[in-house]
């Protein structure tokens, strides 16, 4: 009779129905791929920090410009969830039959916190973009071309990353990268003024393309030397007296003939200085200006035409 009793017990529930203690996970359930069928809880969340989430806290090598950095994941804002999964997969074998199941190690990685990384990054080992310039040797110019910089391009890496800290398929990660173009890409006019030669020179880079004879400063008013850049150009300009003795009791001038200031006014940026047209011809070639650099209304029109405001000029 006992062991008949026992043998009905032992067939009358299901070994497949069976549920494993209390806070032991069922048989089939892994987390994150890895099995944890007969574990307890603790004994499961052991095995997932060592083998799931401790090789992804290592830093990971990525390489920028030729130097090797090392990112740390946790910086970066990387977190599993184990308590959740746990969770989960004690719950499979109880709430529903057993079955084979691989519950989710959900991971969060903050973009912010990465995009925050890549910005130091960008900081210390970033190339800044340099603009062309030019300089004046013996009155003529000398031009150092433009250089695009280089910088991590921070949208492809805060995902490269993010990829890099989960994935960890390659030895080291290189961070993507994006030129930056300078704002200043090319020189294009600038003008030398000899004031010994009487002339006006125009290059356009390092090539000179033409030299104009000009009026300059008479000697109680001399054209200044020095490096300016244009600051001011109107068409049918309004003559106003400067500031000075030999100005005194004039009035402004309108347009049109009579105008000392011809038909273009090209301001530089010296006080009340400029390059302009003038239309009495015979004073070029002289020193006859109150400081203005005079040419021919011809020539002060063409050269009003391709030059901007920022041109170069170099007065010798």
Request: charged share 25%.
């Amino acid at each position: 009779m006992i062991s008949a009793i026992g043998v009905s017990m032992m067939i009358g529930i299901p070994s497949a129905m069976a549920q494993p203690p209390p806070d032991t996970i069922a048989e089939g359930v892994s987390i994150g791929g890895r099995d944890v069928s007969g574990l307890t809880r603790d004994e499961a969340r052991r095995v997932i920090l060592r083998e799931l989430v401790a090789p992804k806290r290592h830093a990971i090598p990525v390489a920028f410009r030729g130097r090797f950095l090392r990112l740390e994941p946790v910086a970066a804002g990387y977190v599993a969830k184990v308590d959740y999964a746990l969770k989960g997969a004690l719950n499979f074998g109880r709430s529903r039959p057993a079955q084979t199941i691989d519950v989710p190690l959900k991971e969060r990685i903050r973009a912010d916190r990465i995009r925050q990384i890549l910005r130091w990054y960008n900081a210390r080992f970033a190339t800044a973009p340099v603009e062309a310039t030019v300089r004046f040797d013996d009155g003529r110019p000398h031009v150092t071309p433009a250089r695009a910089g280089v910088e991590i391009d921070l949208a492809s890496g805060v995902r490269r990353v993010a990829q890099a800290i989960l994935v960890r398929d390659q030895r080291r990660y290189r961070l993507p990268v994006v030129r930056v173009r300078p704002e200043s890409r090319r020189i294009g006019f600038s003008i030398v003024v000899d004031r010994e030669a009487f002339d006006l020179r125009l290059f356009k880079g390092e090539r000179l393309m033409r030299t104009m004879t000009v009026a300059v400063g008479m000697p109680g008013h001399p054209t200044p030397e020095g490096r300016f850049e244009m600051t001011r150009l109107d068409r049918n300009p309004v003559w106003y007296p400067p500031d000075s003795r030999w100005a005194e009791g004039l009035g402004p001038v309108e347009p049109g003939r009579g105008n000392p200031l011809g038909t273009r006014w090209m301001g530089i940026s010296s006080p009340a200085i400029g390059i302009h047209g003038t239309p009495p011809p015979e004073t070029l070639g002289t020193a006859a200006s109150h400081g203005c650099v005079r040419l021919s209304i011809t020539n002060a029109e063409w050269l009003f035409n391709l030059v901007e405001r920022g041109t170069p000029v170099k007065i010798i």
